[in-house]
């Protein structure tokens, strides 16, 4: 084989090995609502980096819907594991003996947090259940406060839809902008995953600084 033949063969191979993007969405959109599923009932998931990755990949992707698809996904499995996560929260609250998912979230929410999430929530109501999401480490005190406030599940879920959809959009947002930046999506989704850090970081830096 000539050189200029191998050099074309090896580039057909490597663009061979690279799975087309219906089997990508085949095993992207179940993993993606998985991971944000298990991401809200266990908040050590970085839900929010892996938001952005998808909406980045799906930027450079030509078929349809794509991120509306990212969207929905994203948001929904938020929506879900939000409302099991209450659920079990009410759950626990209403045992003699508690639970582990109330405990879990009772240490995840510091007390001078928890103080103001319930102030705030007397004062703002479904406001501040919305804001809660895009507010990082802000969403497991909110929730703590409404279990405290014993909104009835309905009122939670009403306020959790909004929340949910604002959240999928921001992520979405900054997914979009690192995937524009760059030809390739895996630029776009370091771009991505590091402005999410950066998001994320920035209000625990000032509180340090103050």
């Known amino acids: 084989m000539r050189w200029p033949d191998s050099v074309a063969a090896l580039a057909a191979t490597s663009t061979s090995s690279v799975p087309p993007e219906s089997t990508q969405q085949v095993i992207g959109y179940p993993s993606l609502f998985l991971l944000v599923l298990v ?16 909406a ?10 794509s991120l509306a698809l990212v969207f929905v996904t994203a948001s929904l499995a938020a929506f879900l594991g939000d409302a ?14 508690g639970s582990r998912w109330l405990e879990a979230i009772r240490s995840r929410a510091p007390q001078e947090r928890l103080a103001s999430a ?11 259940l919305v804001l809660s999401r895009l507010v990082p480490a802000g969403r497991i005190p909110v929730m703590l406060a409404c279990l405290l406030a014993e909104w009835p599940p309905r009122r939670f879920a009403r306020g959790n839809v909004a929340a949910c959809l604002a959240w999928a959009a921001t992520y979405q947002v900054i997914g979009i902008l690192g995937g524009s930046l760059f030809p390739e999506p895996w630029e776009g989704v370091v771009v991505a995953v590091a402005l999410t850090v950066v ?3 920035a209000p625990s830096v000032v509180r340090r600084f103050r």
């Open 39 to 54: 991401g809200a009932l266990v908040p050590v998931v970085p839900t929010g980096a892996l938001v952005s990755s998808a």
């Open 56 to 65: 980045a990949v799906a930027f450079h992707q030509t078929a349809p819907f």
């Open 84 to 97: 099991a996560l209450y659920w079990l929260g009410r759950r626990g609250m209403r045992s003699r003996n």
């Open 118 to 128: 319930r102030e705030k929530l007397a004062e703002h109501g479904v406001a501040v």
């Open 199 to 201: 998001i994320g970081a």
